[in-house]
């Protein structure tokens, strides 16, 4: 998560109350759509300012708990053949590990394992200083691993995954404080596929994905055209996108797997929202316990599960995450409580997600 990002987001959130466009009490249609009209106008005159002002390149929507009020993408996604639109796939990057927290949950809910559970219960060969390690742990990036268990795009098998981070020494003792950690969120998705018996994609798409709608998301499970991929221009690896590189990795992608390299669309990630929000994919306790502020990060943010929190004494929870990979950068910006929801990506260097989800974010309050 990006220091930064966050110290101008806790300024936004002082400077103004939170008076969201959900929450909004209309006594007739006509009302309705005034306001929402006005929404509207407000927001294409931020989204054109990003663009005509700051080069903004990618995707954008903005949902309440029923559904998309606000769409814009703009820019190419490989020059000169295709451009962004609403159903473009984009490298979600981190925020991808809330469908590995959403999995485990699931597996709670399934009655196949619990939160507290300690690692070894699901890994072999788990060393003594690694012995104590809980799911809850892994989830809260209290387990005390270093962040990478190597290079994205170095193959990796799942046996090997697991023997080589049980070997490193833990950066901090377990339990002690929060460190994010890729390495965490793989062995979700190790145990994900012990538990399950299935693979970790196809446990997300029949769990979580597919009753929710969104056929465009996973990894590699998805039927896409390249021509409609984002393409970096600079190659990272000899890849232009992370679909590419995923599928060179042969099955070999644990130092990706759980914690990044899910590829979505701004159109499922509105389906997701709503989901959520109706309780199709996950009871209202389970998501009551990722979006706990479970452990402090910095500058007054907390983690819960696969998500980051920001609590307001008096006002609603932010809950969010971003990501960034060489391949993309997304923000996914939610207020559970009053139904609103933001996504923002691009596959753009100098594009910055972030400040264009925190204006939409700010412009929802008045």
Same mark, same amino acid.
Request: no cysteine; aromatic share 10%.
């Given at each position: 998560?990006?220091?930064?990002?966050?110290?101008?987001?806790?300024?936004?959130?002082?400077?103004?109350? $939170?008076?969201?466009?959900?929450?909004?009490?209309?006594?007739?249609?006509?009302?309705?759509?005034?306001?929402?009209?006005?929404?509207?106008?407000?927001?294409?005159?931020?989204?054109?300012?990003?663009?005509?002002?700051?080069?903004?390149?990618?995707?954008?929507?903005?949902?309440?708990?029923?559904?998309?009020?606000?769409?814009? *993408?703009?820019?190419?996604?490989?020059?000169?053949?295709?451009?962004?639109?609403?159903?473009?796939?984009?490298?979600?990057?981190?925020?991808?590990?809330?469908?590995?927290?959403?999995?485990?949950?699931?597996?709670?809910?399934?009655?196949?394992?619990?939160?507290?559970?300690?690692?070894?219960?699901?890994?072999?060969?788990?060393?003594?200083?690694?012995?104590?390690?809980? $799911?809850?742990?892994?989830?809260?990036?209290?387990?005390?691993?270093?962040?990478?268990?190597?290079?994205?795009?170095?193959?990796?098998?799942?046996?090997?995954?697991?023997?080589?981070?049980?070997?490193?020494?833990?950066?901090?003792?377990?339990?002690?404080?929060?460190?994010?950690?890729? $390495?965490?969120?793989?062995?979700?998705?190790?145990?994900?596929?012990?538990?399950?018996?299935?693979?970790?994609?196809?446990?997300?798409?029949?769990?979580?994905?597919?009753?929710?709608?969104?056929?465009?998301?996973?990894?590699?499970?998805?039927?896409? *055209?390249?021509?409609?991929?984002?393409?970096?221009?600079?190659?990272?690896?000899?890849?232009?996108?992370? $679909?590419?590189?995923?599928?060179?990795?042969?099955?070999?992608?644990?130092?990706?797997?759980?914690?990044?390299?899910?590829?979505?669309?701004?159109?499922?990630?509105?389906?997701?929202?709503?989901?959520?929000?109706?309780?199709?994919?996950?009871?209202?306790?389970?998501?009551?316990?990722?979006?706990?502020?479970?452990?402090?990060?910095?500058?007054?943010?907390?983690?819960?599960?696969?998500?980051?929190?920001?609590?307001?004494?008096?006002?609603?929870?932010?809950?969010?995450?971003?990501?960034?990979?060489?391949?993309?950068?997304?923000?996914?910006?939610?207020?559970?409580?009053?139904?609103?929801?933001?996504?923002?990506?691009?596959?753009?260097?100098?594009?910055?997600?972030?400040?264009?989800?925190?204006?939409?974010?700010?412009?929802?309050?008045?």
């Amino acid at each position: 998560m990006k220091t930064t990002s966050k110290v101008y987001l806790i300024l936004s959130l002082i400077l103004s109350p $939170i008076t969201l466009f959900a929450n909004v009490q209309v006594t007739n249609k006509a009302t309705a759509t005034v306001i929402f009209n006005n929404v509207k106008d407000n927001l294409n005159e931020i989204v054109a300012e990003h663009i005509n002002k700051k080069g903004f390149e990618g995707t954008i929507i903005v949902s309440n708990e029923s559904g998309a009020i606000y769409k814009r *993408s703009h820019g190419e996604v490989i020059e000169d053949i295709a451009k962004y639109d609403s159903s473009t796939p984009v490298d979600i990057a981190s925020v991808s590990k809330q469908f590995t927290a959403a999995a485990i949950m699931k597996l709670v809910e399934q009655g196949k394992l619990n939160i507290q559970d300690p690692i070894s219960k699901y890994i072999k060969g788990i060393p003594k200083d690694k012995s104590s390690i809980s $799911i809850h742990n892994l989830l809260t990036n209290t387990a005390g691993f270093k962040r990478h268990s190597g290079r994205d795009e170095n193959k990796l098998s799942k046996d090997e995954f697991a023997r080589k981070v049980m070997k490193l020494p833990l950066a901090f003792q377990v339990g002690e404080k929060y460190h994010y950690s890729n $390495i965490g969120y793989g062995l979700l998705a190790y145990i994900v596929e012990e538990t399950s018996g299935v693979d970790f994609e196809t446990y997300l798409y029949e769990n979580l994905l597919k009753p929710s709608g969104m056929h465009s998301t996973g990894y590699l499970r998805p039927t896409r *055209s390249k021509k409609t991929i984002p393409e970096i221009k600079d190659k990272y690896a000899g890849f232009g996108n992370g $679909i590419e590189m995923f599928s060179g990795l042969d099955g070999n992608h644990w130092n990706i797997l759980g914690g990044g390299g899910i590829y979505s669309t701004a159109e499922d990630m509105q389906r997701w929202h709503t989901a959520l929000m109706a309780g199709n994919v996950l009871s209202p306790a389970s998501q009551a316990l990722m979006y706990k502020p479970h452990v402090p990060e910095e500058d007054g943010y907390y983690y819960g599960y696969g998500w980051s929190i920001l609590p307001k004494e008096g006002k609603e929870n932010l809950v969010w995450h971003n990501g960034f990979s060489f391949f993309g950068k997304a923000e996914y910006w939610r207020l559970p409580e009053s139904g609103m929801m933001i996504f923002v990506a691009s596959h753009k260097r100098n594009v910055s997600p972030w400040h264009v989800a925190n204006d939409i974010y700010n412009a929802l309050q008045r």
